[in-house]
Structure formats: C-alpha cells, structure tokens
C-alpha cells in the first residue's frame, strides 16, 4: 500500500497524508498550536508550488543509517 501510495503525485500524497491524519481518533484531545499550524501551512504551500523536493520516508531512514554506520 505504501509502495503504492508513493508513486502518487506529490500534490496527490500531501492531499492523502492531510486526509489520513485527519481521520485518526486520539484518545485525548489534539490541537496544535497557531505556530505549527503556520509551519504545516508554510510546507504545504512550498509542496504544493514544487519548491522542495520530497524524499521518500524509506529513502531518508536508509541514508541515514548508512550515515550512522560510518
């Protein structure tokens, strides 16, 4: 599914991962603050306008580790 997922559009994965973290039930309230709503908001508009380049979760977990066996 994930593998999936990720051969999406970038617009089409923000849309999915907005939609999925919106349906998650928290057991206790959850709010975020106005500065992190801004930051999501600020990614969000830099995703959207191709201004950054989105790396696979799976692809960053790997360079990293590949960086910590160094």
């Not at 992190?36 to 790396?55: H, T």
């Amino acid at each position: 599914m994930v593998r999936e997922a990720l051969k999406l559009s970038r617009e089409d994965r923000a849309f999915l991962a907005e939609k999925l973290l919106a349906s998650l039930d928290f057991e206790e309230p959850f709010d975020l603050s106005d500065e992190w709503k801004q930051e999501i908001a600020r990614r969000r508009r830099e995703v959207e306008a191709g201004a950054v380049e989105l790396i696979p979760g799976e692809t960053v977990l790997k360079e990293a580790a590949a960086r910590l066996r160094r």
